[in-house]
Structures are given as C-alpha cells and as structure tokens.
C-alpha cells in the first residue's frame, strides 16, 4: 500500500488505480463524433427516413456538430446502449418495433466495418504512455476498466504498447453489467488482488463517479481541462496534468 498525490491532495493506503479508457487515457472525441453521424445516417437510410431522424438520433447520443457530451450515450455508454437509444428514435418515428433492433445491429455493424479498427483513431493523452510506466514502477497495480469492448480495450492498450503497464483489463460485453454497476470493478480488482476500498478510480465520466461511490472504493478523480472538459460535478479529486497524479511518502 502507498501513498497516492492528485494535485495537493494525497490518499493513503492505495493498493491500486483503474482507470477509464474512453476520454481518459484514449483521446476518442474526433472518432467518436464521426461514428455518430455515420450510425444516425445509416440507420435514417435505411430506414426510409429523413434529416430529421439524424438530428433526433444525434441528440439521443449527444453528439453535435462541435462537440460531444462527455456524459452522454457515446461517450459513456455501451454499444448496446446506444443501439437501444438509436432504436428508441425510430419507433418513435414510426418504424415497426419487430424489425427495429435487428436494423440498427446491421447498421453499427456495417459502420464499423467500413472503418475497420478504431485504436488508430483515438491516441492516447499526451503523457499517457509515461504516466502508466512511472506507476507501474511503484508498488501500485494498474488496470482499465472500460464501457467499450473486450476487443476494442485490447486493441486500443496493445496498439500503442501500453500493455506493458497495465496489470489487468475489462470491456464491458454484452452479457456485462455496465457502469457505474460495480462488478466488472469487482472483478478487476479481485484480479489485481487490490481491496476495493483501498483503489482508486480515474475517469471522465458521472457513470466513473457514481461507479466509485457504488463500489465505496478509495476515491474518484477526474480529469479536466486538457482532456477537453470540465471536472466532473461533485469530484473532489481533480487531474490537470498527468504529472499531478504520482505516488510518495504522504504529506506530513
């Protein structure tokens, strides 16, 4: 167990770190706008519909032409969640809700298709790849809980060659509960054999706060600023700079 500084603060007997991937270690706004509007018009294609229906669809994901809710459906939200979102809009257009989810899982997975991965589209933070080693040099143990796939999470550490760093790693699948539901964090930390109260949880997301709070694990940090949002409402612990996050012998 060590010490753990954010900025001035400093948190005792931390056993381990999970962070969140999506917006906190992964830089993913650029990719996640485009994979927005390509879903909302392929799935308003398809289904016969409008501009409108794109709009509506976009909203549900909260996705604008300049920026991206950073607590909203695309950001924070499983693959499912946002199927389940785009589908909700086109019954609400009229769509037969028969055919509507077997549509919309056509349509995402004919977007990612087209694409092809999504590590390469969304690089880590600066200073990502240098904070991870520092820690990892500590007696901390290190892990990334994230709401995108297994697949994605595992894309995204061994593309940039931060495995390396990380001791343990969970997507949220299908079949998972999704944050802020404490499990996957459950499961995570008993792989890293870290209690859950002496862990803390970065992220940059409400689902990231209320998944610490849920879990009653050591703390929530958020990150701000650099990351292209503000601080989490209600976060205590705030990040400016990755350098602000270091371990030591506490503050007296």
């Not at 016969?48 to 976009?58: K, R, S, T």
């Not at 909260?62 to 086109?90: C, W």
């Not at 549509?103 to 969304?122: E, I, N, P, S, W």
């Not at 991870?132 to 550490?157: I, M, N, T």
Request: proline letters at 6%; hydrophobic letters at 40%; charged letters at 20%.
């Amino acid at each position: 167990m060590v010490w753990v500084r954010c900025g001035q603060r400093w948190i005792a007997d931390v056993e381990a770190i999970v962070f969140d991937k999506d917006g906190t270690l992964a830089d993913s706004r650029g990719l996640l706008q485009a994979m927005a509007l390509a879903r909302a018009n392929a799935c308003a294609a398809t289904a016969g519909l409008g501009d409108e229906i794109v709009q509506a669809m976009l909203t549900c994901f909260g996705v604008s032409a300049d920026k991206i809710d950073p607590d909203g459906l695309m950001a924070a939200g499983t693959r499912e969640a946002n199927e389940q979102g785009a589908a909700a809009v086109l019954m609400k257009a009229g769509y037969p809700q028969a055919q509507v989810s077997e549509l919309v899982a056509k349509c995402f997975a004919g977007v990612d298709q087209h694409r092809g991965g999504k590590a390469a589209y969304t690089p880590p933070f600066e200073g990502t790849a240098t904070m991870l080693e520092r820690l990892h040099r500590s007696p901390l143990r290190l892990g990334v809980l994230s709401s995108d796939s297994p697949a994605y999470v595992e894309e995204f550490l061994q593309h940039y060659g931060l495995l390396p760093w990380i001791d343990e790693w969970q997507g949220t699948g299908p079949e998972d509960s999704p944050k802020p539901d404490p499990s996957l964090l459950e499961q995570v930390c008993d792989r890293l054999q870290a209690s859950l109260h002496r862990t803390l949880v970065v992220g940059d997301s409400w689902a990231d706060l209320a998944l610490a709070k849920q879990a009653k694990a050591a703390g929530f940090i958020s990150v701000s600023a650099p990351w292209g949002r503000s601080p989490v409402p209600g976060a205590s612990l705030i990040l400016s700079q990755w350098s602000d996050l270091a371990t030591g012998s506490g503050s007296g």
